[in-house]
Antibody, heavy 120, light 114 residues
Framework: QVQLVESGGGVVQPGGSLRLSCAASGFTFSNYAMHWVRQAPGEGLEWVAFIQKDGSTKYYADSAKGRFTISRDNSKNSLYLQMNSLRVEDTALYYC?????????????WGQGTLVTVSS | DIVMTQSPDSLAVSLGERATINCKSSQSVLYSSNNKNYLAWYQQRPGQPPKLLIYWASTRESGVPDRFSGSGSGTDFTLTISSLQAEDVAVYYCQQYYDTSTWTFGQGTKVEVK
């Protein structure tokens, strides 16, 4: 079955950097677009970034543009999110999500998330 | 960006009764060339990641019980749970994917048992 396991979260000071990873299994990773979605404590969902199955197309939320970079390594079945210039408001649970094969915009499977805390 | 607004923010429904959640988009998410509404619904149970319920406004994801249904077009959409079960206690989110480079969620609607 589909498994998505996020890692790399932690506590970082404002202005710092983190690299999140998502290990995928149970499906042919290279056939699917992927997303990062975050959820601040007690808040709703916020889409962060999207990457096409071959990495050719990437989209970012305005809040992530210029600071975050989404990437993938299909040979390692892994998705990444490099986060730089982190702000207090980036504190959230970050989910990795697999898109539907026929509808890249919709997140069909989600991991359990990795928590990022930005605090001085 | 397209803003998604859900109502109500929360509702309490007796087991076996109908629950109705509304979602309104700031602009139409109906794509005229294919007559499809670019709208999805997700369920997030307490302590769990979200789960896709419905896409294209009314197409149920595989494995989703048929008590869940989606309707609406253009800017106004509804998620209906026809007979609330205990396991349906969750927060429900709508999401638009009409804007191909910026996808946005509603603020969520919390469903509880009365």
């Amino acid at each position: 079955q589909v498994q998505l396991v996020e890692s790399g979260g932690g506590v970082v000071q404002p202005g710092g950097s983190l690299r999140l990873s998502c290990a995928a299994s149970g499906f042919t990773f290279s056939n699917y677009a992927m997303h990062w979605v975050r959820q601040a404590p007690g808040e709703g969902l916020e889409w962060v970034a999207f990457i096409q199955k071959d990495g050719s197309t990437k989209y970012y939320a305005d809040s992530a543009k210029g600071r975050f970079t989404i990437s993938r390594d299909n040979s390692k079945n892994s998705l990444y999110l490099q986060m730089n210039s982190l702000r207090v408001e980036d504190t959230a649970l970050y989910y990795c999500a697999k898109a539907r094969i026929d509808l890249g915009a919709v997140a069909a499977n989600w991991g359990q998330g990795t928590l990022v805390t930005v605090s001085s | 960006d397209i803003v998604m607004t859900q109502s109500p923010d929360s509702l309490a429904v007796s087991l076996g009764e109908r629950a109705t959640i509304n979602c309104k988009s700031s602009q139409s998410v109906l794509y005229s060339s294919n007559n499809k509404n670019y709208l999805a619904w997700y369920q997030q149970r307490p302590g769990q990641p979200p789960k896709l319920l419905i896409y294209w406004a009314s197409t149920r994801e595989s494995g989703v019980p048929d008590r869940f249904s989606g309707s609406g077009s253009g800017t106004d959409f509804t998620l209906t749970i026809s007979s609330l079960q205990a396991e349906d206690v969750a927060v429900y989110y709508c999401q638009q994917y009409y804007d191909t480079s910026t996808w946005t969620f509603g603020q969520g609607t919390k469903v509880e048992v009365k």
